[in-house]
Each structure stands twice: as structure tokens, then as C-alpha cells.
């Protein structure tokens, strides 16, 4: 069973934050929640990570609900060169990747 | 730092043919693990180790074997290739085993006719 729930995809116009949500209802208490993009043809990306708090990187935010059901992926300034797939996963720290089929964003100009 | 390196980057083999997809890191890392990545479909675990003279099986393992003799190197041989093994393959490295900061390679897109 899928831990998690990504639209399959969305649209998002250039310059724009793009707010890329994912659902995690039956998260546990010591899972973390990753962030990992795919731009096509080239191997994935990983973009953030956090487990309660919400966290900022020079590439994305990650906000994380209160009762960690949920959460958002933004990226404040959207280019085309964000066009891509964006996976969110759940898993504790020491378990092994496994992926969706993400969201594909796509950037529109 | 080259990062993660694969080669080659594609392939065609017939059915019943071995070959052998390589990968190297330089960033001394400990955990490094093998993906394919099928149309559609998200990327599955073939088999990955967490350090020199340790390997275990992802998801996807039958088909495929490998061995980590070097933290550099992490090749991934193909037996007896299939149709079925027609995919894009990732290798990826980190620095500790689990999701955060995993670096992958640029991919060797592999045909089996």
C-alpha cells in the first residue's frame, strides 16, 4: 500500500510559488517526509526532507501539518526549469527509498 | 567530485546475453544502490549494499546480481537478459542508508530485443 497520495499532475505559471500538496494520513510518529524531483531523462534530485517542523533550503520550503496528515512542497519562484516529476515519500531514516509516481509539475511561460 | 558515474549510458543486448552496468562514486560514500525505471511507473529497488562486502535485495532483485568489493565501485550484472529487463537503471549513492540526500547517477537506458 502507498504511504503516500500526490496528485498526478498540476500546472504552475512561471514565476509563481508553486505549492505541490501530499497526503500521509497514516504517517508514524519517527517517518520523515522526503521531497525528490525527476526533470526527464535525468536521475531523481532530492530537495528537502523534515519530520515536524517546517523547513526552508535554498531550493524549497516544506511545510508539515500539525498533525503531520499532510504536506506542502513550495517552490517560491517557479521556472521552467522546475518542470518536473516531484515524488514525497515517507519512510523513517535508516529505511529504503521507495517511490510513487509523484506529481508531474508542469511550469507554464 | 564527478559525483556518480554510470556507464555506458545506453544499450541494446539480445535475449539470453550478460553485461555488466557500471557505477562509481568518488564521494566516498558507504551506502549505494541500483533503480530501474520502467514507462510510467516510479523507480524500484533492485539490490543495494551498505558498504565494501555487503549487498542485499530491494523489490525487483531476480535477474540481476551484484557485488561491492570498493566503496567506489557498485557494478550490476545482468545474467541473462530478458525482455523484461528493458528499463532505465539509476545508481545512487549516499552517505547513509535511507532516503535523505541520496545522489544518482545519470542513467544507463538499456533495451533487451
Known amino acids: 500500500d502507498a504511504k503516500t497520495t500526490q496528485p498526478p499532475s498540476m500546472d504552475c505559471a512561471e514565476g509563481r510559488a508553486a505549492n505541490l500538496p501530499c497526503n500521509h494520513s497514516?504517517?508514524?510518529?519517527?517517518?520523515?517526509v522526503y521531497w525528490y524531483r525527476q526533470i526527464h531523462s535525468q536521475g531523481p534530485q532530492y530537495i528537502i526532507h523534515g519530520l515536524k517542523n517546517n523547513e526552508t533550503n535554498e531550493m524549497a520550503s516544506l511545510i508539515i501539518t500539525e498533525d503531520r496528515k499532510s504536506s506542502t512542497l513550495i517552490l517560491p519562484h517557479a521556472t521552467l526549469r522546475d518542470t518536473a516529476v516531484y515524488y514525497c515519500i515517507v519512510a523513517n531514516r535508516d529505511d529504503k527509498i521507495i517511490f510513487g509516481k509523484g506529481t508531474r509539475l508542469h511550469i507554464l511561460p | 567530485n564527478a559525483g556518480v558515474t554510470q556507464t555506458p549510458k545506453f544499450q541494446v543486448l539480445k535475449t539470453g546475453q550478460s553485461m555488466t552496468l557500471q557505477c562509481a562514486q568518488d564521494?566516498?560514500?558507504?551506502?549505494m544502490s541500483w533503480y530501474r525505471q520502467d514507462p510510467g511507473m516510479g523507480l524500484r529497488l533492485i539490490h543495494y549494499s551498505v558498504g565494501a562486502g555487503i549487498t542485499d535485495q530491494g523489490e525487483v532483485p531476480n535477474g540481476y546480481n551484484v557485488s561491492r568489493s570498493t566503496t567506489e565501485d557498485f557494478p550490476l550484472r545482468l545474467l541473462s537478459a530478458a525482455p523484461s529487463q528493458t528499463s532505465v537503471y539509476f545508481c545512487?549513492?549516499?552517505?547513509?542508508?535511507?532516503?535523505?540526500?541520496?545522489?544518482f547517477g545519470p542513467g544507463t537506458r538499456l533495451t533487451v530485443t
Open positions: 545512487a549513492s549516499s552517505s547513509r542508508q535511507g532516503p535523505y540526500e541520496q545522489y
Open positions: 564521494m566516498n560514500h558507504e551506502y
Open positions: 497514516t504517517i508514524s510518529g519517527n517517518e520523515y
